[in-house]
T-cell receptor, first 120, second 110 residues
Framework: DTGVSQDPRHKITKRGQNVTFRCDPI?????LYWYRQTLGQGPEFLTYFQNEAQLEKSRLLSDRFSAERPKGSFSTLEIQRTEQGDSAMYLCASSPTGAGSLAGTTGELFFGEGSRLTVL | GQSLEQPSEVTAVEGAIVQINCTYQTSGFYGLSWYQQHDGGAPTFLSYNALDGLEETGRFSSFLSRSDSYGYLLLQELQMKDSASYFCAVEPTGANNLFFGTGTRLTVIP
């Protein structure tokens, strides 16, 4: 499989619990992104890694959210003390390093199918 | 900040042509992208315009006019499998991410 894979695909948890999602990007891609998507909306940017370095975080990423990419390969997104408002699809995407822009000149991100979180 | 406006829903007949518009407000961007997303699926890249004009990729074409802050996605010879949500997105200058519009849900009817 050469695509972006995410695990788990679905997670149901109770409010206050911690959850962790994993993303395995396309192996030769240096850039990794996390987005959140709620029903009827477009994906919203959360954070971005270049290799193992987390270079950008959205204001949407509260202190309860933490993301890592320890060896520049897979990444994890942890949400602590979940709230009902955290219920969403969490999408991971990757792209190859581009010169001055995403994925060179194509503007393409390769998305996984997402991890759907439901907080009860 | 950025904002991208799209019609929320569009319905079209199988075999027809449909245009999905995207108007934007942004201080600067590298290019305008289009993504397709089927229910429960991953967003998948369709097209990208770095420069003004028309880009054609098979049945799909995309257009950008920076002077009008406007772009569109044109789908020809519609097929039932084209029923999906379509998102325009910009990569703001100096940012390393895509900012997405709210999306247009396309329904293709027989």
């Amino acid at each position: 499989d050469t695509g972006v894979s995410q695990d788990p695909r679905h997670k149901i948890t109770k409010r206050g619990q911690n959850v962790t999602f994993r993303c395995d990007p396309i192996s030769e891609h240096n850039r990794l992104y996390w987005y959140r998507q709620t029903l009827g909306q477009g994906p919203e940017f959360l954070t971005y890694f270049q290799n193992e370095a987390q270079l950008e975080k959205s204001r949407l990423l509260s202190d309860r959210f933490s993301a890592e990419r320890p060896k520049g390969s897979f990444s994890t997104l942890e949400i602590q003390r979940t709230e009902q408002g955290d219920s969403a699809m969490y999408l991971c995407a990757s792209s190859p390093t581009g010169a001055g822009s995403l994925a060179g000149t194509t503007g393409e991100l390769f998305f996984g199918e997402g991890s759907r979180l439901t907080v009860l | 900040g950025q904002s991208l406006e799209q019609p929320s829903e569009v319905t079209a007949v199988e075999g027809a042509i449909v245009q999905i518009n995207c108007t934007y407000q942004t201080s600067g961007f590298y290019g305008l992208s289009w993504y397709q997303q089927h229910d429960g699926g991953a967003p998948t890249f369709l097209s990208y315009n770095a420069l003004d004009g028309l880009e054609e990729t098979g049945r799909f074409s995309s257009f950008l006019s920076r002077s009008d802050s406007y772009g569109y996605l044109l789908l020809q010879e519609l097929q039932m499998k084209d029923s999906a949500s379509y998102f325009c997105a910009v990569e703001p200058t100096g940012a390393n991410n895509l900012f997405f519009g709210t999306g247009t849900r396309l329904t293709v009817i027989p």
